[in-house]
């Protein structure tokens, strides 16, 4: 089984907001103040989005908190291969998906991206998601007091 490397930041709110149909990883491209924000985990990726702009994919509104004001710079290049390019970009083009920024981890020295093509949930989607949580959570709680 493979070793889980240590979350950095999370977008909470992705999986309560969307559902996510594809999940892909990418590397992202950071300066050395965005990179010493990574490590001492001052990343905020609860705005944050990708978007593909002339062939290139981007993540779009995080914020590193290390950085002075006037140098934080919203976006930040994201590191893909072509093939995985052009499927965003196709998918990108269909009504009501969205790409989403979910968490931020590094892996081998590295700062990856994982990032999920989703699509709006409506507002029964939520309760639906809310109702399933708590019946799980009832579930272990049920177990953890016969264990």
Avoid: C
Wanted: glycine fraction near 6%; aromatic fraction near 6%; avoid cysteine.
């Amino acid at each position: 089984m493979k070793k889980s490397s240590p979350v950095i930041a999370e977008n909470r709110r992705a999986h309560f907001d969307y559902s996510i149909l594809e999940h892909y990883q990418a590397g992202i491209v950071l300066t050395g103040n965005e990179i010493k924000s990574v490590r001492a985990k001052r990343v905020d990726l609860s705005a944050a989005y990708v978007k593909v702009i002339n062939g290139e994919v981007w993540l779009i509104n995080a914020v590193f908190s290390d950085l002075p004001e006037q140098g934080r710079s919203k976006t930040r290049k994201l590191l893909l291969h072509h093939r995985e390019i052009d499927r965003l970009i196709g998918l990108t083009q269909q009504k009501g998906l969205a790409l989403i920024a979910e968490r931020l981890y590094f892996t081998h020295g590295l700062a990856k991206l994982d990032f999920g093509v989703g699509r709006g949930k409506k507002e029964y989607d939520k309760r639906q998601t809310i109702k399933e949580r708590d019946i799980k959570r009832e579930e272990q709680i049920k177990d953890r007091r016969l264990n």
